[in-house]
């Protein structure tokens, strides 16, 4: 296990609908990330949060946001949710940001269907 | 723009089989960095290795293997003794010189892997 917890593991919405989904790091780990991977597809990055700031972000619209706490927690919304946002939303932590290369482990994922 | 390509969609094999996933990367960052991770049916992305571009040498633990070569740029991984507990879906992944911090880690799209008994 990686130590980072996401919640919940499956839920449903309706379209127009927003979301929040929770993320607690490995212990340790002050930098947080958040990817959506749909069916069949590898996971793509939407955003990243070091000291509590989104400091890197994919190609993703605004009505992906994101906080992080000072525990270090993180939290993925999406507003509006549209049906192409059915997907698995992984988190990542890692220890600091901008070091050279280090190693990035994610949690379990959230299943989100869009209906 | 980086870019990672995973030819293999699907490999099946025979358990105790040899298999070799493929993974070619594209970037024009000098210092990068290559991962290899493992997605089971959870969802749970496992980390199996992280690689730096300066680091050339060829890794294995266990019965996996990892053969890196800049000049074709691939980074290409290996089980031997193939097992059923390895079916899964096996992800390469690039990140730039930040490590994937702000410009997050590039994706292939998976080779799934079937070990059958």
């Known amino acids: 296990e990686t130590g980072v917890t996401q919640s919940p593991t499956h839920l449903i919405k309706t379209r127009g609908q927003q979301v929040t989904l929770r993320c607690s790091s490995q212990s340790g780990h002050n930098t947080v990330s958040w990817y959506q991977q749909a069916l069949g597809q590898g996971p793509q990055f939407i955003f990243q949060y070091y000291r509590e700031e989104e400091n890197g972000r994919g190609n993703f619209p605004p009505r992906f946001s994101g906080l992080q706490f000072p525990n270090y927690s993180s939290e993925l919304n999406v507003n509006a949710l549209e049906l192409d946002d059915s997907a698995l939303y992984l988190c990542?932590?890692?220890?600091?940001?901008?070091?050279?290369?280090?190693?990035?482990?994610f949690g379990e994922g959230s299943w989100l269907t869009v209906v | 723009a980086q870019k990672v390509t995973q030819a293999q969609t699907e490999i099946s094999v025979v358990e105790k089989e040899d298999v070799t996933l493929d993974c070619v990367y594209e970037t024009r960052d000098t210092t990068y960095y290559l991962f290899w991770y493992k997605q089971p049916p959870s969802g749970e992305l496992v980390f199996l290795i992280r690689r730096n571009s300066f680091d050339e040498q060829n890794e294995i633990s266990g019965r996996y293997s990892w053969n890196f070569q800049k000049s074709t740029s691939s980074f290409n991984f290996t089980i031997t003794a193939s097992q059923v507990v390895d079916s899964a879906v096996y992800f390469c992944?690039?990140?730039?010189?930040?490590?994937?911090?702000?410009?997050?880690?590039?994706f292939g799209k998976g080779t799934h892997l079937i070990i059958q008994p």
């Open positions: 992944a690039l990140s730039g010189h930040s490590g994937g911090g702000a410009d997050g880690l590039t």
């Open positions: 990542a932590s890692s220890l600091a940001y901008g070091g050279a290369g280090n190693t990035i482990y």
